[in-house]
């Protein structure tokens, strides 16, 4: 069986929503909307839209949520540090089909929610996907659920997305639909490191 795959979302993780936020919109010189909190999860975020069809969040332990009994994904239990972005997620129209030919420590579907926006997506039991979060996250959105559909357009749009690792390589081989998205480079690199160059009215920007 086939399935699509399309970049769909960058995440830059924090140790709190407004520290993440504050970096972001100083890089973009634009402001982020109000998310919603994930209740599963225990955090929150606030998005930005880059385009008609993917978008930022930046995503924090909501200090006001429980702590779930299972590990937060992102590896936001472990993160201490400076905003940035740490990960990447790929929307597809068959998320089981797509899981099957991922590499394996990919995830689990879990249906989450946030507010009324609903979603499938694999979660990591280890909070932390293969290749050091190099590989990208799978989600498969319900009908009419994509968040670019609330969020207004500031004349951002994600032009690139360069994604370093050792093992890029093997990567590729392991899952070669990373290797179909026109603006996405996957490349070797001495560490995992996410770039992101956005295009805004005031010129092309970079979120690292």
């Known amino acids: 069986m086939t399935f699509s795959i399309a970049l769909d979302h960058i995440a830059v993780a924090a140790r709190s929503l407004e520290e993440g936020a504050t970096y972001v919109e100083a890089v973009l010189g ?4 109000p998310g919603g909190k994930h209740a599963a999860m225990g955090t929150h975020n606030r998005l930005l839209s880059l385009g008609p069809h993917c978008y930022l969040e930046v995503i924090a332990i909501d200090p006001e949520a429980p702590k779930p009994r299972h590990r937060r994904w992102f590896n936001l239990d472990n993160y201490a540090a400076a905003p940035r972005v740490t ?11 797509a899981l099957d030919a991922a590499p394996a420590g990919s995830g689990s579907p879990m249906r989450l929610t946030r507010g009324d926006v609903s979603w499938r997506m694999a979660v990591s039991e280890f909070g932390r996907l293969p290749y050091d979060d190099a590989m990208p996250a799978l989600i498969e959105w319900s009908e ?8 207004p357009d500031r004349g951002l749009k994600l032009t690139r997305l360069d994604v370093f690792h050792p093992s890029a390589e093997d990567l590729l081989k392991a899952f070669p639909h990373l290797g179909t998205m026109p603006e996405v480079s996957l490349r070797v690199g001495p560490e995992k490191r996410l770039i992101a160059t956005i295009s805004t009215p005031e010129g092309n920007r970079i979120l690292a």
Do not use: F, Q, Y
Not at 87 to 97: E, G, K, P
């Open 144 to 151: 009419g659920a994509h968040p670019n559909k609330r969020l």
């Open 30 to 33: 634009t402001k982020l909307s």
């Open 87 to 97: 990960n990447w997620i790929c929307s597809t129209d068959d998320l089981d089909v």
